[in-house]
């Protein structure tokens, strides 16, 4: 069977000699199989059969899928495809991503250390560069006296005028990609003469006003918001792409352009956009229903096959102990993962969890005040007290000062109507004192005594120690986020206890099994050998804390330590 590959040929070479061969220069190609561009808008519909390569550019990468018959010779059809490049670019150089192949230098993205030398990098740039002049042949061959010289009818005509108008905004998003990730880029439009030439290179500020003018220009030439075919671009596009230029303004073009990001992000909202009510409804098949996909990259396990796009972004996040079945695969490629400082920014909801803090009985208890230059000095704020758990009078708790010699009052209120401090900086307080002032920052032992007026200031370091850290202490570190000392390693199945200074005189333990710790309490249970991560809150009275099996943590998809590629504890 023959297979006819249609090309469009948008400018021809040809050689001159002193006493040529051809009379007539007005020559057509030989090959059946080579088609001019003239001789493909002889059919009416190849407008929008060819805007649909426009669009196609975005998603597959040849003539053929998921590879075969490329479009750009000498890359990967693989890491070659735009969605795949674009994700290397924008994801794996942040906290967020990381993959754990060796292919040639994808971990350079991580590490920060990538060069204008770098294949992915140069990937992603010439499929950018491949796309943009498309667009621009695109729109050379619709002009109007081009589509009058074809004698084409008065309504196609007018519908080409909403394909030139999606055709620039495909160029605009391409060049907002050049500009987000490259700067200062080569620049053509369709007004540029089709050769051999070295374009002209644009700087970053007007590449930003040309991207900006592009768009204002069609917003009303494109199809109005959600009437166009799923794909397709509308003036919903339109306004997302002004409003995610609007957003980088200042790194861009050193102006901030906040006013008008909001105004078009208020236009998209005002559009009827929602988000969905189920994330992972985003990404099933049936995802051209959801209302807030504003534009897609459209695939299809039958039409637009790829080894990048969806395939590579579900596959490649697959490994493990993980089913792929519950993604809709038959397999994954074991590469892509989050990083373990991503997972820990979201504590609260963090999977494998082995105790969950217990708040006690500290709202009931009596509370005096603790205002300073650690918290500015705010009276009015009822979270920095401390805590009579006897209602005797006697308070205590504990505060992390920041700063080096840090300084602060008590006030019976949360205003300074009765406080006191320390004239003699000797334990004893006066009512309208001096400043009470701590030593080295750290986290301090605060203890007020207001039957007699006294207080103790002691700076505590904290630790976990027992047989399942195997018997030594593990040293305990602020975090100022979640306002308590933490720590995250290897345990083994055993227990442990909390103790300060390295020492048994103070130390905390849990009787009774139920996240509150006393002074002596019996010993945690770790349950199994594994990486935790445990919290100990000790800003007041019921002093509590919180243990995570982290390597159970299915938010994460898979990481441990040093990224390896070879993963066992998927859940």
């Known amino acids: ?161 909403g394909y030139r108008a999606e055709a620039r905004f495909l160029r605009a998003l391409s060049y907002w990609h050049a500009l987000d990730i490259f700067r200062n880029v080569p620049f053509v439009t369709e007004e540029d003469k089709v050769g051999a030439f070295f ?119 697959i490994g493990g102990d993980m089913n792929p079945s519950d993604s809709g695969v038959s397999g994954g490629w074991g590469g892509l993962r989050t990083t373990r400082q991503f997972v820990e920014k979201f504590p609260t909801e963090i999977g494998g969890l082995v105790v969950a803090p217990s708040d006690g009985n500290t709202v009931q208890y009596p509370k005096i005040y603790v205002p300073g230059d650690y918290q500015d000095w705010d009276a009015s704020n009822t979270q920095t007290s401390l805590s009579s758990v006897n209602s005797d009078k006697i308070y205590e708790g504990y505060k992390y000062f920041p700063e080096d010699n840090s300084e602060f009052l008590i006030t019976s209120f949360p205003s300074f109507s009765l406080s006191f401090g320390d004239n003699g900086a000797d334990g004893t307080l006066e009512m309208n004192g001096d400043n009470i002032v701590a030593g080295p920052a750290g986290l301090y032992f605060l203890r007020v005594d207001m039957n007699d007026k006294t207080y103790v200031l002691e700076r505590r370091s904290w630790s976990i120690i027992g047989d399942a850290t195997g018997g030594q202490d593990m040293e305990m570190a602020w975090d100022e986020e979640l306002q308590a000392m933490s720590i995250t390693g290897n345990l083994t199945a055993g227990k442990f206890k909390f103790r300060a200074n390295n020492d048994w005189a103070v130390n905390l333990g849990d009787t009774g099994a139920d996240a509150i710790l006393t002074q002596d309490g019996d010993d945690i249970v770790i349950p199994e050998n594994s990486n935790y991560r445990i919290l100990l809150f000790l800003d007041k009275p019921d002093y509590t804390y919180q243990i995570n099996n982290l390597s159970f943590d299915s938010r994460a998809m898979f990481f441990t330590e040093g990224q390896n590629i070879d993963i066992d504890d998927i859940t």
């Open 199 to 317: 374009p002209e290179q644009i700087s970053a500020a007007e590449l930003f006003d040309y991207i900006e003018s592009e768009l204002l220009d069609i917003e009303n030439k494109i199809a109005p918001v959600n009437t166009n075919v799923y794909g397709r671009a509308d003036q919903g596009a339109v306004w997302m792409l002004l409003a995610k230029l609007y957003l980088n303004a200042e790194v861009y073009i050193n102006k901030p352009k906040y006013t008008e990001c909001l105004e078009y992000c208020k236009k998209i909202i005002n559009a009827g956009y929602s988000l969905e009510p189920q994330y992972k409804d985003l990404f099933l098949a049936d995802n051209n229903r959801s209302n807030e996909i504003i534009f897609p990259v459209a695939f299809d396990g039958i039409n637009t096959r790829t080894w990048g796009g969806t395939t590579f972004l579900i596959r490649a996040a």
């Open 1 to 161: 069977m023959k297979n006819n590959l249609i090309k469009i040929f948008p400018f021809a070479i040809l050689l001159f000699i002193s006493n040529g061969c051809f009379s007539d220069l007005d020559t057509v190609p030989l090959d059946e199989d080579i088609v001019t561009a003239a001789a493909v808008y002889d059919d009416p519909a190849a407008y929008l059969g060819v805007l649909s390569k426009l669009y196609a550019g975005l998603a597959v990468t040849g003539q053929e899928g998921p590879s075969g018959q490329s479009d750009i010779k000498g890359i990967d059809e693989g890491f070659g495809q735009y969605t795949r490049g674009f994700f290397h670019v924008q994801e794996l150089t942040t906290d967020e991503a990381v993959v754990g192949w060796n292919d040639q230098t994808i971990k350079d993205f991580h590490s920060q250390s990538w060069s204008a030398e770098d294949g992915f990098l140069f990937a992603f740039y010439s499929r950018v560069f491949y796309q943009i002049p498309l667009c621009n042949e695109y729109l050379r061959e619709t002009t109007d006296a081009k589509l009058d010289s074809r004698g084409v009818d008065a309504n196609l005509k007018a519908s080409i005028q």
